[in-house]
Structure formats: C-alpha cells, structure tokens
C-alpha cells in the first residue's frame, strides 16, 4: 500500500506546488523535507522506539491537505528539520513513516477543526482534551485548516474502505496534522494515537501513521452482580478504554448473589445498590462517544440465584428434593418466560449488536449421571425430542430458544464455550458467537473443535484473562507481563496457541480482559481499578497487533503510565 521509496522528482514537484500555495515560510519547511526524500522509509511495527532513524516516505499518503496561506494568529513551525521520534501510542502504531521536519506542537491559534460532520464529535472531544479551540470546516461559512491545526476528516477512498472502518491515517506535515479515516471510530483512533504523544512529549514528529488492527472484538468485561460498581466507577474505565482503542464493555448483569440494574419488567429481582437505568444510559451514551459497545449479559439457565430468590418456584431440585445452586429448572416455562422477559428489556436498553447469553455452568450438567440426579428434566427432553433425548439436549435447546429471543429484538448473541455441548439430539444454532474461556469444566471441549465446526470465536482464556476476585479455586491474579509476552488471541485455552490455519481474525475475532468478583471484599473498586491498568494495556495490544513486541515489557508499562 506505501511504496519502498519516494523519488526525489516526486517530491520536487510536490514541493514546488506547495511553496506557491503556502508562500515563503512553508517554503522553507518545503525545502527541509525536499532534502529528506533520499532517506528510506521507517515501518515501524508494534512497540518500537523512536529515535534519529533515517526517514522515508513524504507523501500525504491518504490524508487531505487544505492549503491556505497563514494568517496572522496562526503558528508556524520553527523548530530544525530532523528525522522526530516515533509516536508514543498505547497500542503501538502498525507503521509509522518518518520525514525530516519540525514537527508539530499546539501553540496559540491552534485548532481541532473537523471537515466532516461526521466527525465533529471526534473534533469537539479533542478540542476539549487539549484545551484548544474546535473548528467547523464543513457546511456553509466553514473554515478551512491552516498551519498550526488539527483536521480531522472522512476518507472516501477505496484504499481506506479496504483498510476497515476503524482504520485512520495520521499525517504531520508542514505544521499541520490531518486524520482520516473510512468512518468516525478510525478518526478517533487516530486521535487517541496524537493525544497520547502529545501527553508523552508535548509535541508530534513530521511523518505519516497508517495504523489499524487486527482483531475486529477488544474489550473488557465487568462482573457488577457480585460486586457493586458505581457509574462514576465505570464512565472512568471507558474513558481508559477509549484511549486504549478497546470497543466492547461487557456486563455481567445478574449472578446467584445479585441482581444489580433497574428493571421494569420484573422489579421484583432488583438487588441494592443497583445501577439505574438513566445510569445506565449516561454510562452507553459516553461508550458510544468513545466508539465502545456496551453488551449485556444475563447468564441462564445457571447463575440465576438472585431471580430464583424472588422466584422460588422456578428452583431447579434434585431427585432427593435438594436444590441446585443458581440453577432454574428448565422444563418449567415459566422459567423461560421470565429470563426471555429480562432480555427483550435490556435488548431495548442497550442499542449495539450484540448481547450475552451466559450457559456456562449449569449444575445439572456438571454431575456424573444428569438423567438420575434430575429424573424431570431427562423425562422432559425425552417427551420434547425423543427416547434418545437427554438433560444435555434440553439445556440445548434452552439456550436455542433464549438465542432466538435475542434474534428477534435485533441482536448477535454470544455464550459461553461450555454452554455449546458436543453432539446429542439438539444441536446449538450456529448464528451465534462463542465466548471461550476454560477447558477446565466437565464436558469443556478444545477450543480447536469449536473453529473446526465453523464457530466465531471471542478469546476469554482464564489463564490469562481473568482476574477473579480472591483467587479461588487456583485462580491467580494475571500480570499485564504475562499478557504482554505470551498471549496472543490464538492462545485460547491454557498456554497453547491454535494451529494458524484456525486463528486468523475471521476465526478468532477478538478477546476480552475480564474482572470476577467472585469473593466481592477481597479488594475495593480502588484497588481493581490500579490493579487492571497493566493488564488492559496489554490486552489492548496484543488485540490489535499479535505480533511479538519489539518494545520489552518494563518500557512499554512505563509509557503507558505515561500517557494513560
């Protein structure tokens, strides 16, 4: 897509014109980098450092250049031309090319000015973070961008269809920084990559970014049913998580303990302190902004202790009449009515694509003879789906119906790994998304079965991605380290990636870092938000470029501690 080398004919011409468009200052930044074209390009991949490298490729390179002379308010470079370093960006950029230049820095004048619409959110919340004025390049009585600002724009082009949606190019030459991208989410990406440098070294180097990444799915995900997070608490998180080009929040909104947002359809199983829903709507609104997907989960048929306590009936018991933790009996449809009540309500509430099904865990699969410890449920798959039926394939087809729910109100669903069972008289609708975190439960199958049955698959590898409130059960707290070195979105189950041919990102989508509070006081919402900085740093790097860091470990968590 960049060419090797640029031509020092090339360049002439491009300089000629613009010392007659920009006059006799510009003329002199012109001449700097007229004298960089016979430097090679430096492409850069993820995490390496920057430095007096020689530099390469002087074109716009897909940005959009407005010309206009300078005006008195606004600054010019002034500093040498040289050969900057490279940004400083959490994730890394995939390719930077360096120019010889002045850079650029904010001074007086400067402006964020967008020259779309569609991207006037993007240039009013940078405008605001770097306390400079927002500018409206689009329209009637729009202004064009001059020396000294940054412009953000739409590129229509096919070369920046092909590249994605949440692809951009960041060009900073002549004292000017342009950002484009196919849609709004890359220009603000493209933002986050200046934003940072700008917080690292005050300043930008002459040079041009084409940056996008490689898993489609890079979020975190947040148990606020065991433990209680405030709004306040969670806004903050996505203010980091936009900064970290992460775009999917996922909540686990009920457990056995807890059932912690507003509801209308069924009140009745609300737990306190609970998220209102006109919380719940400031907490989307802000994702949104910040390009972020907030999905919903409502785990069944287990984990459902906190419905069950207002619904007693609706106790899953075994043959000797004891109940089953967590669990709803899933031949009762009253059951089914109120779980399918529950998620047509959230589906409302929450606007994105996808939602989350649960299915992970239910106790009536996790004993060694599920037809004898549950006589009502395996008489109900027999009379539902035949004498060959069992309690597997009526957890099935729960599931199934719950997916089909989804459906309807407009959604992807996703489930847990253990929730898709291998063979049996019902099998699992495929169009869904499998969420994969362990191969330590009974009947947990090998990540490699999934792919090879065709599933779309989003990396919850416990190993590495889950911090589980006071370790239990030989959870240990992960380290961004670990993360940072070992993991990649192939490594789905224990320490072992998946053969290549099954991982690539129309396999593999994605992965999330996630928070369980399984034993709620085991730390303060202060100490997990210190204690997952590390760890989301590094599962934001490692979803948008797998490949191994240059960058070692100790310098990549100093800078994102820098510019976090």
Not at 237 to 258: C, F, T, V, Y
Not at 413 to 437: C, E, F, L, M
Request: hydrophobic share 35%; glycine share 10%.
């Amino acid at each position: 897509m960049w060419p090797k080398k640029l031509a020092v004919s090339r360049v002439s011409k491009a300089s000629k014109a613009s010392r007659a468009a920009r006059g006799p200052r510009a003329s002199r930044a012109s001449r700097a980098v007229l004298g960089a074209s016979a430097c090679a390009v430096l492409a850069l991949s993820a995490c390496s450092g920057g430095g007096d490298e020689p530099g390469g490729s002087a074109s716009s390179a897909g940005g959009h250049r407005t010309s206009s002379s300078p005006t008195s308010d606004a600054p010019s470079p002034t500093a040498p031309a040289k050969i900057g370093p490279a940004p400083s960006a959490v994730p890394a950029v995939r390719e930077w090319k360096a120019v010889r230049g002045p850079g650029w820095e904010p001074a007086d004048g400067t402006r964020v000015v967008a020259r779309d619409e569609a991207v006037a959110d993007e240039a009013r919340l940078l405008a605001g973070e770097m306390k400079v004025p927002y500018g409206k390049g689009y329209g009637k009585g729009g202004e064009k961008a001059r020396t000294g600002d940054i412009e953000l724009g739409l590129d229509k082009g096919a070369e920046a269809k092909k590249a994605g949606r949440e692809a951009y190019v960041l060009n900073s030459r002549d004292g000017k920084v342009t950002i484009t991208g196919a849609s709004d989410a890359g220009v603000f990406y493209g933002t986050r990559t200046l934003l940072q440098t700008v917080r690292d070294k005050g300043r930008f180097s002459d040079g041009v970014v084409e940056d996008r990444p490689d898993r489609a799915q890079r979020g975190f995900m947040l148990d606020i049913a065991r433990k209680h997070f405030d709004a306040e608490w969670i806004e903050q998180r996505i203010k980091e998580m936009g900064d970290l080009k992460l775009n999917q929040l996922q909540l686990h909104l009920s457990d056995d303990q807890a059932f912690r947002v507003e509801s209308e359809s069924h009140p009745e199983v609300v737990s306190e302190p609970h998220l209102t829903k006109d919380q719940l709507r400031r907490i989307i609104e802000l994702a949104k902004a910040r390009h972020i997907e907030v999905i919903p989960e409502i785990d069944s048929p287990g984990h459902l202790g906190a419905v069950i306590k207002a619904h007693p009936g609706l106790q899953l018991k075994n043959a000797s009449g004891q109940a089953t933790r967590g669990a709803v009996d899933i031949s009762d449809p009253k059951a089914a009515k109120i779980v399918d009540d529950l998620l047509r309500e959230y589906a409302k509430l929450f606007p994105g694509t996808y939602a989350h099904l649960g299915g992970d865990e239910y106790r009536a699969l996790t004993v060694k003879d599920p037809a004898a410890s549950y006589p009502q449920l395996a008489s109900a798959a027999r009379k539902k789906y035949g004498k060959g039926a069992d309690v597997q394939d009526l957890a099935t087809a729960w599931l199934n119906d719950r997916a089909d729910t989804l459906r309807k109100a407009g959604k992807t669903p996703q489930v847990w790994n253990d929730g898709i069972h291998k063979g049996g008289s019902v099998r699992a609708d495929k169009d869904r998304q499998v969420t994969y975190w362990t191969g330590k439960e009974i009947g947990a199958r090998e990540p490699v079965e999934y792919l090879k049955e065709g599933w779309k698959v989003v990396n919850l590898n416990d190993e590495y991605l889950y911090y589980v409130l006071g370790e239990p059960n030989d959870f240990t707290y992960p380290t961004g380290e670990r993360i940072y070195e070992e993991w990649t979105p192939a490594v789905l189950r224990g320490k072992k990636a998946v053969p290549s041919s099954l991982s690539g990102p129309d396999r593999i989508l994605g992965g999330r870092f996630a928070v369980w509070c399984d034993i709620a006081d085991a730390q303060s919402t202060d100490q997990i938000a210190k204690a997952v900085k590390a760890p989301l740093a590094a599962t934001s790097q490692k979803l948008w470029n797998p490949e191994k860091p240059k960058m070692g470990w100790a310098e990549f968590k100093a800078l994102s501690e820098r510019v976090g």
